[in-house]
């Protein structure tokens, strides 16, 4: 049976846009409060924390060559996984640079199967690196987690030629996961 990740990259966008309806302050859009508890709150922003002081904001400038900022539907993914930080370059016309990484709790989470051409990496307990038109994306099983570090470009980027400066902060990362 032929995978789709293309389906998968929808539903992915397409959850992160109804996770997005809330902003960091706990309001939704309309300016009512929405029931977030404040443990939730307390855990995203553990989470971020944990997430950025792993992948920070010279990481992400190191591999863009450009300036990077945390980016706002950062404490939204650490709603949805244990850690988490994302980093972006300012946005214009000409082009755009993402940086995401996440822990999500539990082996469930690790999709190699869905990338067409990904290529084993040996790291964690095991791995994937999967270079595709515009994104490098790395994820492993590390302690019954799995990590996800991820890379994006636009058309004017040359993604694939950052895949080696990725695969060697994914490699950084399980031993800093490792050493915790």
Do not use: N
Request: charged content about 25%.
């Amino acid at each position: 049976m032929r995978r789709h990740p293309r389906i998968w990259f929808a539903l992915g966008v397409a959850a992160f846009v109804v996770l997005t309806a809330c902003d960091d302050a706990g309001e939704s859009s309309s300016g009512t409060p929405d029931d977030t508890s404040a443990s939730t709150a307390d855990t995203a922003a553990e989470g971020l924390t944990e997430g950025c002081a792993l992948v920070g904001r010279s990481d992400a400038e190191e591999l863009f060559d450009a300036p990077a900022e945390l980016e706002e539907g950062t404490s939204i993914a650490v709603e949805v996984s244990e850690t988490a930080c994302i980093w972006g370059t300012p946005f214009d016309a000409d082009t755009y640079q993402l940086l995401q990484f996440r822990i999500w709790e539990g082996e469930q989470f690790y999709s190699e199967s869905i990338y067409e051409g990904a290529r084993h990496l040996d790291i964690g307990d095991g791995g994937f690196v999967a270079v595709e038109s515009g994104s490098v994306t790395i994820q492993w099983v590390q302690d019954g987690q799995t990590a996800h570090l991820a890379y994006s470009g636009s058309l004017a980027d040359d993604t694939a030629a950052k895949a080696p400066q990725v695969e060697e902060m994914a490699e950084r990362l399980a031993g800093e996961i490792g050493g915790a």
